[in-house]
């Protein structure tokens, strides 16, 4: 079996139109600070009318080729994931055949999948795996996120985004996937969806979806450590990996997670820890899984205690995010990027842990990877 | 890597309400025989206003775990192949989640796969791959294809027909896949298409749809022979497979298809072939691509001289697709159901190759399968 299968290369293309949430909480007439410091964002791109979710992903496709020199010919699989469904029968990936059938080239499998926010990193699987079967011809994978994040007036419009991420895949890659140590979470909630399907804003439920996102990232993680565990036969916790990248929301959701990580791992550890967290964190280690979601103590006093954690662990992986907004099935790699335009010249041989969520609701502590720097040089010429 | 990857056990679920083709015929006012033998097709199954897309996706999982008595536990990945979709983020698969909650098992990948009626061969490749790759974790896939083919008034109307396909995925398996002999054809074309995203009628070129379809069956067939010739050595023709299995629009459909690779055979050999052929389709060797795909004279010429062969490698397949009607994602599966209940006792070492179609427009020779009719008694107890 082919050995090390991972990403090539990332290329990532966002929309050039974009709205500053400063600016957007004056229009509004919402509090100072709502926002930039509520949310943690500070700008939005969003598509104009001469754009979209497919126009994103031709763009994106056809930059990534031309950067690193790679033949149409030599793609054997292309994969998108979105929820941004602009038909309910015809894939976004037969949009972008077009790039390939001029080549010839019309022996392509993948096809779309969609799953909210998940679909991406389902859609990233499915190449992986391919290129680890029986069926792998020999040529790349390529798998493209694309999505417009565009809500309805009210609380939850300044969390939109637009984004397309496109990743060339294949063995001996720079980053490359630990496949063993996944943990998924996938259960039926009704916290964010669209069954308005003339519609292109979700139904959404922001209390239910953030509780349900942090249910997911326990859920996850738990699932996660016991895996490590077997495989690697020692207790997992945040000081394992040297980076998390998380699907984003928005910036604030990002925080509370990482701070639940951190929570977690007091739980599940809780001897071990210094005098500080056992007198900060020890008050809230009875309460029930619900209670725990609901108590702003726990939230602020785990936010404070992981903060130092969170600036050198997942800081420098917020970059894209915050700057263009919910990406939703390319969030989570617009995270990764950010990690590494901001580490590259450092990111050698480094375990980093990955978690991407979908509402209704699927969560994945997605596995540790293997950085090197090298992955754009190994690709070009 | 796991050896003889692929179906373990198939369940099927239609909805028990049905109208007979001869009676659309009356009440449409339509010339007697119309949908009958022009289109092929004896009944229609349809939803009632109880059921859907889920509660049959449902109802048919639900089935094939009790029957072969599979622990929901032992489900590692679930898959859902349609394009009857209800819900732009929230997937088939979450709804299917219920089943598995209640069992305390969460962590489940895969989601739903979305490319016309190509999506339920993504999702069954996807499973596949997954079984083969580093991911795998021990537990069975599950692939699902679930749709309710409605059309609006008018010619198309009685290609309509709803249905729900479960299969069981692991290795060992006495249906499995020979991986490398698949040939795929993908490209963009506006056939088939459903961007009314508030109607649940697609957007349908009746002719242009028939003319991709026999186009792709053409790429397909030529590249499956130009592989089966790569790794096996020899020239492919219809005499090297028992059984032909087709996505079924409707029957007359796949009559014209099994026709084409017919006249395809002829024209890759036509030095070998009978007196009678050469006499009927030598004529057509010279006709363009696009002449040939026009031309009612090639059609008749070549489903007469292909009779036959139909009658013994395709008529076994057609027996739910013309009862219960088009099922998209379901229909290749189904074809292949009513090829494992018409041909049980003889399907020992049998070499099948299938073919799976999506408007707008991927196809596929899938590949060949080694059958036993062992299938059923390997998953129980």
Redesign the interface.
Known sequence: ?EKN?GILAIDIYFPPACVQQEALETHDGASKGKYTIGLGQDCMSFCTEVEDVISMSLTVVTSLLEKYGIDPKQIGRLEVGS?????????I???L??IF?KYGN???????????C??GT?AL??C???V????W?GRYGLVVCTDSAVYAEGPARPTGGAAAIAMLIGPDAPIS?E??L?????????D????N??SEY?VVDGKLSQTCYLMAVD?CYK?FCHKFQKFQGKQFSLFDAEYFVFHSPYNKLVQKSFARLFFNDFLMNSSSADEVAKEKLGPFATLSGDESYQSRDLEKASQLLAKPLYDQKVQPTTLIPKQVGNMYTASLYAAFASLIHNKHSTLVNVLTTIYDQA????CFVLSNEYLHFSIFRQVRG
Do not use: C
């Open positions: 079996m299968v929820e941004t469904v602009i038909d309910k029968s015809k894939s990936k037969t949009f055949m077009q059938e019309t022996d392509i499998e993948g096809v779309d999948s969609t799953n909210a998940y679909g389902a699987f499915n992986v795996n391919w680890e079967s029986n069926s011809d996937f496949s063993k996944r943990g998924s979470h996938m259960s039926h909630v009704y964010f969806y669209k069954p399907l003339a979700p859920s699932n509402s209704s609701q699927q």
